[in-house]
């Protein structure tokens, strides 16, 4: 099965910097790389995803990069904020894996320092 | 209506007892998920329904006993449940398997075992 590796597992970073997460996953079959937040005692929530057609994706202050060659996809956060403190997960998706099946990759606990 | 609702958000309960959790969403959405997740772990995929039918069971110890009554609703009964069993269980669901998309997340139910 697919296995998403997800770097760092810590990060921090002072309000107002960049702050960068990597993602290598194995399955080339994979076609669906969605990033979720969680905060402290809440659910996850999406916050950006990406297909395998598109090489990067920008939501306001998050982008998405997505190398399919590499098997890696990374999550940017510019002018971060101390409310972007949480865990984020990335997570993949194989193009005819049984009910779009997501792997989730470990986690990293961003905090964003005032 | 994008909510997947679940209920009771909290529960205690003794190794001897019988309890459920529900979760239910009216989104049309035809594919309905139970994720147990431990503190900072990505959540793990318990159960997965599709079209009301049991799909996946990833090897979950049989006091956990899914069901889903009909396509809104995803009950999950435990019976003699372990301390270390104690986690968030997240219900979720999502479009069918015909394609790979956003998972949409309930609450939560944070089950304490004593």
Same mark, same amino acid.
């Given at each position: 099965?697919? %296995?998403?590796?997800?770097? *760092?597992?810590?990060?921090? =970073?002072?309000? !107002? @910097?960049?702050?960068?997460?990597?993602?290598?996953?194995?399955?080339?079959?994979? %076609?669906?790389?969605? +990033?979720?937040?969680?905060?402290?005692?809440?659910?996850?929530?999406?916050?950006?995803?990406?297909?395998?057609?598109?090489?990067?994706?920008? @939501?306001?202050?998050?982008?998405?990069?997505? %190398?399919?060659?590499? #098997?890696?996809?990374?999550?940017?956060?510019?002018?971060?904020? *101390?409310?972007? $403190?949480? =865990?984020?997960?990335?997570? &993949?998706?194989?193009?005819?894996?049984?009910? !779009?099946?997501?792997?989730?990759?470990?986690?990293?606990?961003?905090? =964003? +320092?005032? | 209506?994008?909510?997947?609702?679940?209920?009771?958000?909290?529960? =205690?309960?003794?190794?001897? %007892?019988? #309890?459920?959790?529900?979760?239910?969403?009216?989104? !049309?959405?035809?594919?309905?998920? +139970?994720?147990?997740?431990? &503190?900072?772990? *990505?959540?793990?995929?318990?159960?997965?329904?599709?079209?009301?039918?049991?799909?996946?069971?990833?090897?979950?110890?049989?006091?956990?006993? *899914?069901?889903?009554?009909?396509?809104?609703?995803?009950?999950?009964?435990?019976?003699?449940?372990?301390?270390? @069993? $104690?986690?968030?269980?997240?219900?979720?669901?999502?479009?069918? &398997?015909?394609?790979?998309?956003?998972?949409?997340?309930?609450?939560?139910?944070?089950?304490?075992?004593?």
């Amino acid at each position: 099965g697919e %296995n998403v590796e997800q770097h *760092p597992s810590t990060l921090s =970073v002072q309000e !107002g @910097d960049s702050a960068v997460i990597k993602c290598t996953y194995s399955d080339s079959a994979s %076609n669906y790389f969605p +990033w979720y937040k969680q905060e402290l005692g809440k659910r996850p929530q999406l916050i950006i995803d990406i297909r395998s057609n598109v090489g990067e994706k920008k @939501d306001q202050r998050i982008a998405v990069t997505l %190398n399919k060659t590499a #098997k890696h996809f990374s999550l940017h956060i510019t002018e971060t904020q *101390p409310e972007d $403190s949480a =865990v984020y997960f990335c997570a &993949a998706s194989a193009r005819g894996s049984t009910l !779009g099946r997501l792997y989730f990759g470990r986690g990293t606990q961003l905090t =964003v +320092w005032p | 209506d994008t909510e997947v609702t679940q209920t009771p958000k909290h529960l =205690v309960m003794g190794m001897t %007892n019988k #309890k459920s959790l529900k979760c239910e969403q009216h989104m !049309g959405h035809r594919a309905m998920y +139970w994720y147990k997740q431990k &503190a900072k772990k *990505p959540p793990e995929l318990m159960f997965v329904y599709s079209y009301e039918k049991l799909s996946i069971n990833e090897s979950v110890p049989s006091r956990f006993s *899914p069901e889903c009554p009909n396509s809104s609703l995803l009950n999950l009964h435990l019976h003699a449940l372990q301390p270390e @069993d $104690s986690a968030l269980y997240l219900c979720a669901s999502s479009l069918p &398997a015909t394609r790979t998309g956003e998972l949409f997340f309930g609450e939560g139910s944070r089950l304490t075992v004593l």
